[in-house]
């Protein structure tokens, strides 16, 4: 079985510093990673997902994550967040063989304040 | 139409009521998922339906709920004699292939009084 563990559940900003949201993943076969944002009242919508390749990964909104295999980590960073930032940010990983289910961490609702 | 919706948007039912979730998913899609985010909690998968092949109920939390998926279309989830641990968002998903994305609808908020 896989898990994911986001350490913090809260992550406090000021609008244009950087931010580091952090995602460990446990599984003992390859997965694929992924990161998706919650606005408030809203669905879950795709920031950005390892398949292969390159470890640093490039998504929507100026956000990236790297994959560190050793590590076992999918962390998140923004250089420079806006006020509408603000949301839910789920890690979450899923196995490559077939349709398979994805397996989401607890969240980390990022809070960015002017 | 362009994503995946799902109704009602809001459910308020009393306890021991039965309910139904709705969900369309994105046209063309082959695997449907069902997810249910309870407050302050990830998410937790409940089912999936891929194709015609048998769905994965794995997730289900107990013989109340069911779902049913009409070929590659519509999917409804029933959750029977409702209970107030029952109160959640209920999300449902859908993608195209096996390395493709999941999509999500924006969900509907079930509270169980």
């Known amino acids: 079985a896989q898990s994911v563990t986001q350490l913090d559940s809260q992550v406090p900003v000021f609008e244009e510093a950087p931010v580091e949201l952090r995602c460990n993943y446990s599984?003992?076969?390859?997965?694929?990673l992924f990161w998706y944002v919650q606005y408030p009242n809203q669905g879950l919508q795709l920031l950005l997902k390892?398949?292969?390749?390159?470890?640093l990964v490039k998504g929507i909104n100026g956000f990236e994550a790297e994959f560190n295999k050793s590590q076992t980590s999918f962390h998140l960073r923004k250089p420079s967040v806006h006020i509408s930032d603000t949301a839910e940010y789920f890690c979450?990983?899923?196995?490559?063989?077939?349709?398979?289910?994805?397996?989401f961490g607890k969240g980390t609702m990022l809070l960015v304040s002017p | 139409g362009a994503g995946v919706s799902q109704s009602p948007s809001n459910k308020v039912t009393e306890k021991g009521k039965d309910v139904e979730l709705r969900c369309d998913p994105i046209s063309g899609h082959t695997a449907l998922y069902w997810y249910r985010q309870r407050l302050g909690q990830g998410l937790e998968f409940l089912i999936y339906f891929q194709g015609n092949s048998a769905p994965d109920k794995s997730g289900l939390p107990s013989d109340r709920f069911s779902a049913e998926r009409t070929g590659e279309s519509v999917s409804t989830l029933t959750i029977q004699r409702t209970q107030q641990e029952d109160s959640a968002v209920y999300l449902c998903?859908?993608?195209?292939?096996?390395?493709?994305?999941?999509?999500f609808g924006p969900g509907t908020r079930l509270t169980v009084l």
């Open positions: 998903a859908s993608t195209a292939g096996t390395i493709e994305s999941q999509f």
């Open positions: 599984s003992s076969v390859s997965v694929y």
């Open positions: 979450a990983v899923r196995l490559i063989s077939g349709y398979s289910t994805l397996t």
């Open positions: 390892y398949l292969s390749g390159s470890t």
